[in-house]
Nanobody, 125 residues
Framework: QMQLVESGGGLVQAGGSLRLSCAASGRTFSDYDMGWFRQAPGKEREFVAGISWSAYYYYSDSVKGRFTISRDNAKNTAYLQMNSLKPEDTALYYC???????????????????WGQGTQVTVSS
């Protein structure tokens, strides 16, 4: 079993920045793809960014050029640096993990077996 704990959310003005962290424990972190998803009230959970076990990264079109995902295997932690934040980025942000041999799209939430509890990001206009 892998445990994931997000932190770093908060309230920020439009144009500001936040850095989310996802601390993992319980399994060998370097063997897992990591993903960030978000869910706004009344909307479905959506993919934001992902980084594979081999450090290949990918983004949704809505955050490309503004968000940066990274990982530090020595610290068992994944990060999401969010710049130029917009009010539409307001959501509960979740960290997720899937094993390196999992099949299926890395941008689909159903491909991930482990989830954190979420951290709230609120962007004011």
């Amino acid at each position: 079993q892998m445990q994931l704990v997000e932190s770093g959310g908060g309230l920020v003005q439009a144009g500001g920045s936040l850095r989310l962290s996802c601390a993992a424990s319980g399994r060998t972190f370097s063997d897992y793809d990591m993903g960030w998803f978000r869910q706004a009230p009344g909307k479905e959970r959506e993919f934001v960014a992902g980084i594979s076990w081999s450090a290949y990264y990918y983004y949704s079109d809505s955050v490309k050029g503004r968000f940066t995902i990274s990982r530090d295997n020595a610290k068992n932690t994944a990060y999401l640096q969010m710049n130029s934040l917009k009010p539409e980025d307001t959501a509960l942000y979740y960290c997720a993990a899937r094993g390196r041999y999992e099949v299926g799209s890395r941008t689909r939430s159903t491909s991930y077996g482990y989830w954190g509890q979420g951290t709230q990001v609120t962007v004011s206009s």
